[in-house]
């Protein structure tokens, strides 16, 4: 299975911006880009998915390098809710693999 | 209304019991899915089905057995458990497609003591 790195942990102060990176340099031309996030106590939730262009919706953008070879999901304003594990993952193999995700604390 | 909802939230039982969760989802999705969360917290892909047909299977042990009885349930008995099947395990359902996103139900604590 095609695999990510990501760090393991990152810090924000709350309503700044956090930029989490992903480097996913075996990834294959079909593979799409999901991330997830976990909460404490609860299941992983849906954040955003590309391929090849950046992308946003009303949780965040996903940004996508020319390569493929990284991406790098923003949070524009993170607020004390956002604190949780994020994931990055590669849609591949009709399933997503989840690996260790980054642990982002929001500091008041 | 709960998009994908898991039964029961919590259980506790003792080695060598059997044991099955519920899962169901409303969205209408073709696809569903077992995950595993163990103490690590790592995520575990364990099946997949689609439109009630087996399609993963990650090598998990033949004491574990999914059931999908209709697109909208997919349950997952386990027999003769034991301690290290003690996990948080999620379900989940999506479209079926790589381009749309997974929705998770909130998770069943297994606990074998």
């Known amino acids: 299975d095609a695999k990510t790195t990501q760090p393991n942990s990152m810090e924000s102060n709350e309503e700044e911006p956090v930029h989490l990176p992903c480097n996913h340099s075996?990834?294959?031309?079909?593979?799409?880009i999901h991330w997830y996030r976990q909460l404490p106590s609860q299941g992983p939730e849906y954040v955003i998915h590309g391929l090849t262009s950046n992308v946003n919706n009303r949780m965040a953008s996903l940004a996508i390098a020319e390569d493929r070879k990284s991406s790098t999901l923003i949070l524009h304003r993170a607020t004390l809710r956002d604190a949780a594990v994020y994931y990055c993952i590669l849609w591949t193999s009709n399933k997503l693999t989840f690996g260790g995700g980054t642990r982002v604390l929001v500091k008041p | 209304d709960t998009a994908v909802s898991q039964t029961p939230k919590y259980l506790v039982t003792q080695m060598g019991n059997d044991k099955s969760i519920k899962c169901e989802q409303n969205l209408g999705h073709d696809t569903m899915y077992w995950y595993k969360q163990d103490s690590k917290k790592f995520l575990k892909i364990m099946f997949s089905y689609n439109n009630k047909e087996l399609i993963i299977n990650e090598t998990v042990p033949n004491r574990f057995s999914p059931k999908s009885p209709d697109k909208a349930h997919l349950n997952l008995h386990i027999n003769s458990l034991e301690l290290g099947d003690s996990a948080v395990y999620f379900c989940?359902?999506?479209?079926?497609?790589?381009?749309?996103?997974?929705?998770f139900g909130s998770g069943t604590r297994l606990t074998v003591v």
């Open positions: 075996t990834i294959s031309g079909t593979d799409y």
């Open positions: 989940a359902s999506s479209r079926g497609a790589h381009d749309y996103g997974y929705t």
